[in-house]
Structures are given as C-alpha cells and as structure tokens.
T-cell receptor
Framework: GAVVSQHPSRVICKSGTSVKIECRSL??????MFWYRQFPKKSLMLMAT?????????EQGVEKDKFLINHASLTLSTLTVTSAHPEDSSFYIC?????????????FGPGTRLTVL | QKEVEQDPGPLSVPEGAIVSLNCTYS??????FMWYRQYSRKGPELLMY????GNKEDGRFTAQVDKSSKYISLFIRDSQPSDSATYLC?????????FGTGTRLLVSP
C-alpha cells in the first residue's frame, strides 16, 4: 500500500512554544491531506482538510490561528501548533489521499505524540 | 444519531476463532467503505477498501457491504494474537471520511 510518513514521531515541548509536524506522501501525489487528532481510546477527530496550494478548511471548533496548516506541495503538508499549552497534548495523525495503487482512498501516517509541559 | 455506529468492545476471542466486526450507518450517500486497523500508539493501517455491495476477500479478511441495510462487516478467519488491535470502519461520500468509534479486539493465545 501507499506510504505516508510523519516527523517527528514524538515531541515534548514547553508551554508557549510552537511545534511543527511534517507529513509526507512517499510514493504517490496527495491531492488532499487531512489532519486528525486522537485522544486515548477515542476515534479520530478531523481537524482540517487541505488541498495543495490552497488554504486549509478547518472543522468547527478548531482554531485556525492555533493550528496552522501548510500544504506546499503534492507530497508535503505541515501542521504547526502555535503557543502550545498542556491541553494541546495529544496524538496527531495526518492522512493523505490521492490516486495510488489504483484506489482513491486515504492512507495514514504513523502519528506524532505531542506532550506539552 | 451518529452517522456511523460501531460497538467499541472490547471483543475477546480465543486464537483461531472467526471474528465478526460490524458497523451501521445512516447516510445513504456513502459510496466508499473501508476498514482500518490501528495498533496502540500507531496510525491507522488500511485493511480493506470497497465501493459496492457484496463481499471482498483478502487473505484471512473478508469485507462485506450491504447498502440496502446500511450495514458493513469485517470477518477475520483464524484469528491470531497479532490481530489484537482496534478496528475502525470508515466511509466516504465525496470528500470527508467518517469513522466509527472503533472496536477493540483482543485475541488470546
């Protein structure tokens, strides 16, 4: 299947700092990328959807100024958590969708665990 | 009513058992149906993808879709301890993927 990488896999930062998470589709071009947040033992919560070269569409209740998304190319999207606070601690997962392996479906990255002290 | 309903489990079975995981949905616009497997602290891994009613088989896994009943299933034959994970159903109409809550499966040796 198609491969989506995420970096870093784990990050610990101090409250008030900003953290950038990268998401790359390694063997296909992702027309659309998605960012999810997952709390322990809960399902994935969609935060935003982005298409290459255009502004991201944020889900209701997600602060666009706090969670900055850039989809600079067909293989790279970044999520920047600005002025992070302990309540932002979570598991962030990106997903990429594009025509790969004959299917138009979403493939997920391995996730990034963010801990804000 | 949620768009997608899935029993969170946990579902505990002995090794070798046949496992049946199910989801129901309410939105008849859903056209694409997927099953993902997620191990603890990892991203979801796509297991099965289908867009029509009927069965699709891949190794020990069979995905079943019944659009008339708005019901999808994933069967796992000869279950193994390594199958212990959370299984998420997901479905899509046009843009957004909608997930079930996930069913936690525990396969004991």
């Amino acid at each position: 299947g198609a491969v989506v990488s995420q970096h870093p896999s784990r990050v610990i930062c101090k409250s008030g700092t900003s953290v950038k998470i990268e998401c790359r589709s390694l063997d296909f071009q992702a027309t659309t990328m998605f960012w999810y947040r997952q709390f322990p033992k809960k399902s994935l919560m969609l935060m935003a959807t982005s298409n290459e070269g255009s502004k991201a569409t944020y889900e209701q209740g997600v602060e666009k100024d706090k969670f900055l998304i850039n989809h600079a190319s067909l293989t790279l999207s970044t999520l920047t958590v600005t002025s992070a606070h302990p309540e932002d601690s979570s598991f962030y997962i990106c997903s990429a969708r594009g025509s790969a392996w004959g299917t138009d479906t979403q493939y997920f990255g391995p996730g990034t665990r963010l801990t804000v002290l | 009513q949620k768009e997608v309903e899935q029993d969170p489990g946990p579902l505990s079975v002995p090794e070798g058992a046949i496992v049946s995981l199910n989801c129901t949905y309410s939105n008849s616009a859903f056209q694409y149906f997927m099953w993902y497997r997620q191990y603890s602290r990892k991203g979801p891994e796509l297991l099965m993808y289908t867009y029509s009613s009927g069965n699709k088989e891949d190794g020990r896994f069979t995905a079943q879709v019944d659009k008339s009943s708005k019901y999808i299933s994933l069967f796992i034959r000869d279950s193994q301890p390594s199958d212990s994970a959370t299984y998420l159903c997901a479905m899509r109409s046009f843009q957004k993927l909608v997930f079930g809550t996930g069913t936690r499966l525990l396969v004991s040796p």
